[in-house]
C-alpha cells in the first residue's frame, strides 16, 4: 500500500546519476544573496540593435508558427554562406545543417542520435558540465583525458590510452570553456588521427569560435583532412551574438548522420523559435568587422579583470580564448573552491563557479574557481571594489 503510494514521486533512474546544473545554481545563489553574478556566462549588456530589431520586424511580419522542424531553409542558408565565408568550407543546408534550440540542445540530440548505451565518449577533463549529464542521458560511458596547466595541453599517450574497440565520439570544445584554451592545429591533427583509426565520430562544441585573443585563429575540426565526414560540429548564436536566452543553435554533421540528429530534436522540441531563426539570417550576415569588435571588445574585459585579480591577489591563469578565467585558490587560505565560492556569495559579495564542478573527482578541481568577464565595465568594476576586501581580510 505504501509503496502504492510512494512509486509515482519516484524519478527515473536515469536522472539520478546527476545533479542540476552547479553553474545556474550560483546564478540563483547570486540572485539571493544580491552578489554581483560572474558565474554563468552570459553577457548583462544589449545585444546588437539590428539583431533585435530583426527578430521584433519578424514577429510584426506573423513570423509566429512552427519553422521547418530542422531549421527555416533561410536560416539554414545563411549558416552555410558564413561557414564558406569563414572557412571556405561547403556545406549542404538541405543535408548537412540543422537548427535547434541552443547548442545544449545541439550537444545532447547528437549523442542521443549517434551514440549507443554502452557506447564510450573520450571528454576532455576539465569539461564544460553538460556534457556529464548528456552522456547518462544517451547511456554512453565517459573516458577522461586531463588537460594540465597552466597551457592545458594533454598527454598525447594518454589520449590514445583512452580510445578503445567501444570509442563512439569524442568531445572537442575548442575553445574551451572553463580553462580557455584554443586546441592547436597539432592537436587537433593528434585528435583526428585517432578518430579515424578507431572510426569514432568527434563531437565539436565551437561556441566561442570568434572570441579569440592575441590573434589566435580558429580551425573548425572539419577543415582537418579527413575529418569532414566523421564531424559532427555544435555551434549557436547565444556568444557571437550575445543572446544566450534566444537558443537558437546548429548542428552541423554529414547527411549519413544528419537523420538521427533531426529526429531527437524533432521529438524533443519540434524547433526553434521561429522569429529569432529570422533574425538569425541577419546576424549571421554581419560584417567581418563585428567579429574583430567582439573579440577586442572581449579582449579588453579579459584585461581589466586580470589586473582586477591581480590585485586582489588571486592568482588567474590567463585563458587563450572564450570569457572565462580559472583562478587557482589553494594559496588563499580560504578553503576548498566550495568554501571559497560561498564565502564570495555570502561575505564578500560576488559569485564564481567552483572548480569541483569541471572535475569527475571533486578533489581534483578543489583548487579552482571560474569567473566570467562578459559583463559591463560597470559589473566588472563592481566585483573588483568587492573582491578587493578579500585581499584586505
Ligand atoms: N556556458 C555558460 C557557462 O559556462 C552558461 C551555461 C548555461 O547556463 N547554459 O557559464
Redesign the pocket.
Request: hydrophobic share 40%.
Given at each position: 500500500m505504501l509503496e502504492e503510494l510512494v512509486m509515482p514521486l519516484r524519478p527515473a533512474a536515469r536522472v539520478a546519476p546527476f545533479t542540476e546544473?552547479v553553474?545556474?545554481e550560483m546564478?540563483r545563489l547570486a540572485l539571493r544573496h544580491d552578489a554581483v553574478n560572474l558565474?554563468?556566462?552570459?553577457p548583462d549588456f544589449p545585444a546588437p540593435d539590428a539583431i533585435k530589431e530583426a527578430a521584433c520586424r519578424a514577429i510584426r511580419e506573423d513570423v509566429n508558427q512552427y519553422a521547418v522542424t530542422w531549421g527555416t531553409p533561410a536560416l539554414r542558408q545563411a549558416i552555410a554562406a558564413k561557414y564558406r565565408r569563414h572557412y571556405d568550407i561547403d556545406l549542404d543546408p538541405d543535408t548537412e545543417i540543422t537548427v535547434v534550440c541552443?547548442s545544449?540542445e545541439g550537444m545532447i540530440a547528437s549523442l542521443l542520435g549517434v551514440a549507443d548505451p554502452g557506447a564510450e565518449i573520450v571528454i576532455f577533463e576539465p569539461w564544460?558540465?553538460?556534457y556529464g549529464p548528456d552522456a547518462h542521458l544517451s547511456g554512453a560511458t565517459r573516458r577522461f583525458v586531463r588537460l594540465h596547466p597552466p597551457e592545458w595541453r594533454f598527454d598525447p599517450e594518454e589520449l590514445r590510452r583512452a580510445f578503445t574497440p567501444k570509442t563512439r565520439a569524442i568531445i572537442v570544445n575548442s575553445p574551451h570553456?572553463?580553462t580557455g584554451k584554443v586546441f592547436s592545429q597539432e592537436e587537433l591533427g593528434q585528435i583526428a588521427a585517432l578518430c579515424q583509426e578507431h572510426d569514432a565520430v568527434c563531437l565539436t562544441d565551437e561556441?566561442y569560435e570568434h572570441i579569440l585573443y592575441d590573434g589566435r585563429q580558429h580551425h573548425p575540426m572539419l577543415t582537418i583532412p579527413g575529418m569532414r565526414e566523421r564531424t559532427i560540429l555544435v555551434n549557436s548564436m547565444?556568444?557571437t551574438y550575445s543572446v544566450?536566452g534566444w537558443r537558437v543553435g546548429w548542428v552541423i554533421a554529414p547527411p549519413e548522420l544528419t537523420p538521427a540528429i533531426r529526429k531527437v530534436h524533432d521529438f524533443l522540441t519540434v524547433g526553434a523559435a521561429a522569429p529569432l531563426q529570422q533574425a538569425g539570417v541577419l546576424a549571421l550576415s554581419l560584417p567581418d568587422s563585428y567579429y574583430s569588435e567582439l573579440a577586442h571588445h572581449y579582449s579588453e574585459r579579459r584585461e581589466y579583470l586580470l589586473t582586477v585579480l591581480d590585485e586582489c591577489r588571486i592568482p588567474a591563469l590567463r585563458p587563450a580564448g572564450a570569457y572565462?578565467i580559472l583562478c587557482d585558490i589553494s594559496g588563499l587560505g580560504l578553503g576548498t573552491d566550495l568554501e571559497v565560492c560561498r564565502h564570495l556569495i555570502e561575505s564578500i559579495g560576488v559569485a564564481a563557479?567552483p572548480g569541483s564542478s569541471f572535475f569527475v573527482h571533486p578533489e581534483d578541481g578543489a583548487r579552482f574557481i571560474?569567473f566570467?568577464f562578459c559583463k559591463r565595465y560597470e559589473t566588472l568594476k563592481a566585483a573588483g571594489a568587492r573582491l578587493s576586501r578579500l585581499a584586505l581580510s
Amino acid at each position: 500500500m505504501l509503496e502504492e503510494l510512494v512509486m509515482p514521486l519516484r524519478p527515473a533512474a536515469r536522472v539520478a546519476p546527476f545533479t542540476e546544473s552547479v553553474i545556474r545554481e550560483m546564478t540563483r545563489l547570486a540572485l539571493r544573496h544580491d552578489a554581483v553574478n560572474l558565474a554563468q556566462g552570459f553577457p548583462d549588456f544589449p545585444a546588437p540593435d539590428a539583431i533585435k530589431e530583426a527578430a521584433c520586424r519578424a514577429i510584426r511580419e506573423d513570423v509566429n508558427q512552427y519553422a521547418v522542424t530542422w531549421g527555416t531553409p533561410a536560416l539554414r542558408q545563411a549558416i552555410a554562406a558564413k561557414y564558406r565565408r569563414h572557412y571556405d568550407i561547403d556545406l549542404d543546408p538541405d543535408t548537412e545543417i540543422t537548427v535547434v534550440c541552443g547548442s545544449t540542445e545541439g550537444m545532447i540530440a547528437s549523442l542521443l542520435g549517434v551514440a549507443d548505451p554502452g557506447a564510450e565518449i573520450v571528454i576532455f577533463e576539465p569539461w564544460y558540465e553538460n556534457y556529464g549529464p548528456d552522456a547518462h542521458l544517451s547511456g554512453a560511458t565517459r573516458r577522461f583525458v586531463r588537460l594540465h596547466p597552466p597551457e592545458w595541453r594533454f598527454d598525447p599517450e594518454e589520449l590514445r590510452r583512452a580510445f578503445t574497440p567501444k570509442t563512439r565520439a569524442i568531445i572537442v570544445n575548442s575553445p574551451h570553456n572553463p580553462t580557455g584554451k584554443v586546441f592547436s592545429q597539432e592537436e587537433l591533427g593528434q585528435i583526428a588521427a585517432l578518430c579515424q583509426e578507431h572510426d569514432a565520430v568527434c563531437l565539436t562544441d565551437e561556441i566561442y569560435e570568434h572570441i579569440l585573443y592575441d590573434g589566435r585563429q580558429h580551425h573548425p575540426m572539419l577543415t582537418i583532412p579527413g575529418m569532414r565526414e566523421r564531424t559532427i560540429l555544435v555551434n549557436s548564436m547565444s556568444k557571437t551574438y550575445s543572446v544566450t536566452g534566444w537558443r537558437v543553435g546548429w548542428v552541423i554533421a554529414p547527411p549519413e548522420l544528419t537523420p538521427a540528429i533531426r529526429k531527437v530534436h524533432d521529438f524533443l522540441t519540434v524547433g526553434a523559435a521561429a522569429p529569432l531563426q529570422q533574425a538569425g539570417v541577419l546576424a549571421l550576415s554581419l560584417p567581418d568587422s563585428y567579429y574583430s569588435e567582439l573579440a577586442h571588445h572581449y579582449s579588453e574585459r579579459r584585461e581589466y579583470l586580470l589586473t582586477v585579480l591581480d590585485e586582489c591577489r588571486i592568482p588567474a591563469l590567463r585563458p587563450a580564448g572564450a570569457y572565462y578565467i580559472l583562478c587557482d585558490i589553494s594559496g588563499l587560505g580560504l578553503g576548498t573552491d566550495l568554501e571559497v565560492c560561498r564565502h564570495l556569495i555570502e561575505s564578500i559579495g560576488v559569485a564564481a563557479v567552483p572548480g569541483s564542478s569541471f572535475f569527475v573527482h571533486p578533489e581534483d578541481g578543489a583548487r579552482f574557481i571560474r569567473f566570467c568577464f562578459c559583463k559591463r565595465y560597470e559589473t566588472l568594476k563592481a566585483a573588483g571594489a568587492r573582491l578587493s576586501r578579500l585581499a584586505l581580510s
